[in-house]
């Protein structure tokens, strides 16, 4: 079964740290994304990457970034972890065209 | 900035019921699929329609795309508590997803 897998369900983390988010496919996609999603916003689109070690920012690239070394992996990172970080974050892959996007299962992030 | 507002938010229903979401946007993509969500979990893609008034039937629903690839609506005939979520339409442009607000279906035994 493919999937794409996000190291993390749950994360408590404090104000001012440095969090790291990981997300891997194991269907070849060029193509990665990560959104977060919280109530009556919609998923908001972060960063994405075309291929290995380009990335673009999304909507609200603003407090985070991202790092692609391997095609299979797409680390999101919060340099600096503030409460309004608090959030579902998704992460997805595609193959390169017009296709669907497959998702991670999401990591719950709490800011305390 | 491209938005893509669905309707109904909230839909509460008893199994058996029918039901239709709809997904409008003013700008036109270049196709527009529709996902699931439940709680706790990533969105599923259901369907992607590509071609202006195309519709798609994946057993109880059915995917309507308008004919100026501008909106799209799903039905779902007699909804069962499995259909229960988080529904969301996605427009494509270029190469990102514009996500839809959701329609959050509750479907009642």
């Known amino acids: 079964d493919v999937k794409v897998t996000q190291s993390s369900r749950y994360l408590v983390k404090r104000t001012g740290e440095k969090v790291f988010l990981e997300c891997v496919q194991d269907m070849d996609h060029e193509n990665m994304f990560w959104y977060r999603q919280d109530p009556g916003l919609g998923l908001r689109l972060i960063y994405f990457s075309y291929d290995v070690k380009m990335k673009e920012k999304g909507d609200i690239p603003e407090g985070y970034s991202v790092s692609r070394e391997k095609k299979e992996r797409f680390s999101l990172i919060l340099e600096s972890a503030s409460t309004n970080q608090t959030s579902m974050y998704l992460c997805?892959?595609?193959?390169?065209?017009?296709?669907?996007?497959?998702f991670g299962s999401g990591t719950r992030l709490t800011v305390v | 900035t491209q938005l893509l507002e669905q309707s109904p938010q909230f839909l509460s229903i008893q199994e058996g019921e029918n039901l239709t979401v709809y997904c409008n946007s003013s700008?036109?993509?270049?196709?527009l699929q529709w996902y699931r969500q439940e709680p706790g979990e990533g969105p599923v893609l259901l369907v992607t329609?590509?071609?202006?008034?195309e519709v798609k039937k994946l057993k109880r629903l059915t995917f309507q795309f308008g004919d100026a690839r501008k909106d799209s609506s799903l039905h779902i005939t007699a909804a069962q508590p499995g259909d229960t979520g988080l529904y969301l339409c996605a427009g494509a442009n270029t190469d990102k997803l514009i996500f839809g607000t959701g329609t959050r279906l509750q479907v009642f035994p």
């Open positions: 329609v590509v071609t202006g008034g």
């Open positions: 700008s036109v993509f270049s196709s």
């Open positions: 997805a892959s595609r193959r390169q065209g017009n296709y669907g996007y497959t």
